[in-house]
């Protein structure tokens, strides 16, 4: 019986010298082939990178290489990578745990204003602090949110240029004026839901045609430099974009809007709404007169 279970426990022991050798065997294995871009999203699992990478013929084994980074407890950055079937899954990881990559994957989301797109960039280390502002401060408005893939180092006015050529092939189909993209800008950060995108920029061009002043948050919002929550004071703040002061559209768009938003102003739901304001969940209550507006605000708040 004991000799029965010396060779049972031989047996394991082997079996786990057998497995650590293979497993060692696999993490410095080197393949052929020439080096090729690998891309790593926001939001991706370490499964699912390393299904991505045996699936690209770039490592043998995604087992491997997720029990590897889970030893290491390492973190993967977002990035763009050139990657070779002749590094080994050790050398891959050093690299894609390092952010060095050959061009940097950023998602630049809708109704981002130019400062927060400039302070994206610098804190991934793809322009220093400013320099997009000083190249695009004309630009506010027309800097088309989408995932973008820049180089390190890239040249501010490339960056602009990328931007602007992807909102004019984006648009290009559309009839768009300059109170267009402004409007829209304002539809983006009002907009909580998709349905109500339409039925907001339907409210700002009923009021716009009976001059009735706008009095949208975000435009107080912008003028202070921060969508934090605004105060009472804030509401007499002396800007050219206080839509509660000045009548009709801001000088100019507060955001950069996306196509739905930009759409919704092509295409407003108007229905006679002149009155709206965002219950705690987001979704919007409208009013065609201002004692709707107020028992509503009763209601709802």
């Known amino acids: 019986m004991k000799k029965l279970f010396f060779i049972i426990i031989l047996i394991i022991l082997l079996g786990i010298i057998l497995l650590g050798i293979y497993f060692y065997y696999l993490l410095n294995k080197k393949g052929r082939g020439e080096p090729r871009d690998f891309i790593v999203r926001s939001g991706q699992s370490t499964r699912e990178i390393a299904g991505n990478l045996e699936s690209a013929g770039i490592i043998p084994s995604a087992n491997v290489f997720t029990l590897y980074i889970k ?40 109704g981002w204003r130019l400062t927060q797109i400039d302070e994206a960039l610098a804190n991934k280390k793809i322009i220093k602090a400013g320099q997009l502002i000083q190249a695009a401060s004309a630009d506010e408005g027309y800097l088309f949110p989408d995932t973008y893939r820049f180089l390190p180092d890239a040249k501010p006015e490339d960056i602009r240029r990328e931007m602007l050529d992807n909102f004019n092939k984006k648009t290009a189909q559309m009839k768009i004026t300059r109170e267009t993209i402004i409007l829209a800008s304002i539809v983006e950060r009002e907009a909580k839901f998709d349905e109500d995108r339409a039925k907001i920029a339907g409210v700002y061009l009923n009021r716009l045609e009976k001059n009735i002043k706008l009095e949208a948050d975000p435009t107080i919002q912008y003028a202070k430099g921060s969508w934090e929550r605004i105060s009472l004071a804030d509401y007499k703040l002396n800007s050219p974009y206080n839509t509660y002061l000045n009548p009709g559209l801001p000088p100019g768009p507060i955001a950069n809007p996306g196509i739905k938003s930009i759409e919704a102003v092509l295409h407003p739901q108007k229905d006679g709404f002149l009155y709206f304001f965002h219950k705690e969940d987001g979704h919007a209550v409208y009013s065609r007169t201002a004692e709707e507006h107020a028992e509503n605000l009763k209601k709802y708040q």
């Open 71 to 110: 030893l290491k407890g390492e973190l993967i950055q977002v990035g763009v990578y050139k990657l070779s079937p002749g590094q080994s899954i050790k050398e891959i990881l050093a690299i894609l745990v390092s952010g060095k990559a050959s061009e940097y994957l950023i998602t630049i989301p809708e």
